[in-house]
């Protein structure tokens, strides 16, 4: 089992050796700008030690992505990303709560938006959506400080950005809080279709409930929906079809298979699957919806990564080290806007559930 602080170190030998664009980075390597974004931090401020962290974090991702192009120059396109799903793993790792994890690994995911957004014409949405992940004026803030934490011919162009971005949070109501919508509902709606009206309150045409799970394997995902479940709740559950067919793309087939069974009568069911990525739920919800199906995502975590390690080692078919490795690197946490109720879950050593639904978002 790997520890986040060997991880860190080696993460940033492989940072100092990352070499940067000169246009862009002419400070150097990116050890040396992350050093720079951190010191031009305001030595105080609310919550100052989260941004720092995303300060830390934010270019953690661009060893990974940096490319030299034909025409000589340095890429990195899709650190942020990235780097979001290792920030992730590092601060599970040290046991960081996942209400303060899941705030600095949206401000790693969106770290570069405040410098381009402006020219957006979506640029209100994607306010209103970053602000149910995060407060967009730690963003704003860490955006100043890597505008300043560098050495460039545009960096009093990229700070006046950063003040019209601050700006139009300000004026949208979203500098300090989220855009209050209506309901769980109403937010699920208007990110899902682009000519929503923000404040429209949604009508719940629903013939029927899914419980979406998500969670890595061995998270507590089955016991939670024994225990914690709606009673009776019919169950399509991946691993057991597994048991019976081996072709994996005939298992998604057969569940989903079975899902429209259910959705066709409307009968409320959970869909039980690590779901680990955005992209893989927002497939089934879309299959659910399109059936007037609400969705319920229950996000499961164990307690700690020795629990998880613990439990999978205990489990009759455990999962090989590798495979858990290669699904901690693609680990997104679901976030607010995805469905119409998130709910995040954490299972401890005794098997009891606590409910940590009180993430950013959650508060509109």
Not at 67 to 75: A, L, M, P, S
Not at 148 to 172: H, M, P, S, V
Not at 297 to 303: K, L, M, N, R
Request: glycine share 6%; charged share 30%.
């Amino acid at each position: 089992m790997s520890t986040g602080l060997i991880r860190y170190r080696e993460l940033v030998r492989a940072m100092r050796a990352c070499p940067q664009d000169a246009v862009h980075h002419a400070e150097g390597d990116v050890w040396t700008h992350v050093a720079m974004v951190c010191r031009a931090l305001p030595p105080a401020g609310d919550e100052r030690e989260l941004v720092y962290a995303a300060a830390l974090l934010h270019d953690v991702a661009k060893p990974l992505c940096t490319r030299v192009e034909d025409d000589g120059r340095i890429t990195a396109r899709g650190h942020s990303a990235r780097g979001a799903l290792l920030a992730r793993r590092l601060l599970w790792e040290r046991g960081v709560p996942v209400e303060v994890r899941e705030q600095i690994c949206a401000l790693v995911r969106f770290h570069q938006v405040p410098f381009y957004l402006i020219e957006r014409e979506d640029a209100a949405r994607t306010v209103r959506r970053m602000s149910q992940s995060l407060r967009c004026a730690h963003l704003a803030t860490l955006a100043r400080a890597d505008a300043l934490g560098r050495r460039c011919a545009d960096q009093q162009e990229l700070l006046t950005r950063i003040g019209l971005f601050e700006e139009l949070c300000r004026e949208l109501g979203c500098l300090d809080q989220a855009w209050p919508f209506a309901d769980g509902l109403s937010r699920f709606e208007y990110f899902r279709r682009e000519d929503r009206d923000p404040a429209y309150r949604a009508y719940d045409a629903s013939k029927c409930e899914v419980v979406l799970m998500s969670g890595l394997p061995a998270s507590g995902k089955d016991t939670w929906l024994r225990e914690k479940g709606p009673p009776g709740l019919p169950v399509i559950s991946l691993d057991a079809l597994r048991e019976e067919i081996e072709d994996r793309g005939q298992v998604i087939q057969a569940a989903k298979e079975q899902a429209r069974v259910y959705l066709r009568a409307g009968t409320a069911f959970a869909w039980n699957a690590t779901n680990l990525t955005r992209d893989l739920r927002g497939q089934l919800i879309d299959l659910f919806t399109d059936y007037y199906a609400r969705t319920r995502i229950v996000h499961v975590e164990a307690a700690s990564p020795a629990l998880w390690w613990e439990r999978n080692a205990a489990r009759e078919r455990p999962v090989p080290g590798p495979a858990m490795e290669r699904m901690l690197e693609r680990w997104d946490v679901p976030d607010v806007t995805e469905a119409a109720k998130v709910e995040w879950w954490r299972s401890g050593e005794d098997g009891s559930f606590v409910n940590e639904t009180n993430l950013p978002g959650s508060r509109s």
